[in-house]
């Protein structure tokens, strides 16, 4: 159950057979994460109407059996079975609507400020019972974990951008300063450099070699997406900077399988959502060495 703080434009889904229609939603509650909530086809042809149309112009929404997705970054999204209430009447909904009466300022700057994209709000660091051991994702194979590493850097050279394209990050083979047709979503689009790095995160247990894109690949390399792009145009090798800056650092990250025709690099069979650096989580002493001892 959360408030719908903003409707954003709908989206037409193009694909094989009939364009879908889908809408994303802006929601809270009390836990002070915004989120996007997606309509997907008959739920926002039903109750989309109802939404734009409610007395409240932030009103309450109940989503029921609805899934998490980690496309680009946290969020909900409905599916055949899923269930949505809209303007229910509830003592719930009177104390939900109260708490957002009271801290409307704080998520109106939230929304300005786009928090419902930025994985540092929507996932914060865990305490070390959430992480699982790298061997454990390996053989269990679940759809999303968190993890606690020392990077090695995976010395196959590599681009540090790629081109894809703007809506759906697919990979494009071809380099275009013309509109494209976008062999997956099928959008006339104009492609854009993404940034990406691949590393390998090592615990006592295993490895294995994970994709970082993005904001959180700029975070971790520490240049933007544009200054890695003219870089690499330039044939700016950084293989000695990102030697000093990434190399033995340990990391705490969330991570999910990579779709294989989203992954720009085929041996990266995992990508990183967010990562944290050890200093901006934990104090030395608290800092479990025997869970990261590589050398056993």
Sequence with gaps: MGVILHALPN?????????????????????MKPLVLTLQDEFEENYGPAIAAAEDPFPI???????????????????????????????????????HHSHADILARMLNESSYTN???????????RITHIASVLQQKPMTAWIQ????????????TYIACPLCYYPSKIASNLPVTCQHCHSN??????????????????SLCAIDM???????????????????QEGVDLAQYLAHTLQGKLLMCYIKPSPSKFR??????????????????????NINMNNLNIND
């Excluded at 690949?217 to 870089?231: D, M, P, V, W």
């Design 61 to 99: 929404i109940i989503a029921i059996r609805i899934k998490a997705t980690t496309n680009h970054y946290l969020s909900l999204s409905t599916h055949p079975s899923s269930v949505i209430l809209v303007a229910p009447t509830a003592q719930q909904t009177i104390n939900l609507k109260s708490w």
């Design 214 to 232: 993005d904001i959180e690949a700029e975070k971790l390399i520490q240049y933007s997406t544009l200054e890695l792009y003219h870089l690499q």
């Design 189 to 206: 689009v104009d492609l854009v450099p993404r940034a990406l790095i691949a590393i390998l995160l090592i615990d006592r247990t295993g």
């Design 149 to 160: 590493g020392v990077v090695e850097l995976d010395y196959v050279h590599h681009n540090l």
């Design 11 to 31: 989206n037409i889904v193009r694909g094989q057979g009939t364009p879908r229609v889908a809408r994303d939603y802006v929601i809270a509650n009390q836990d």
């Design 119 to 129: 994985p540092r709000i929507l996932l914060p660091p865990v305490n070390h019972n």
């Design 264 to 285: 720009p690099m085929k041996r990266a069979a995992y990508e990183i959502i967010t990562s944290y650096s050890v200093d901006e989580v934990f104090n030395a002493e």
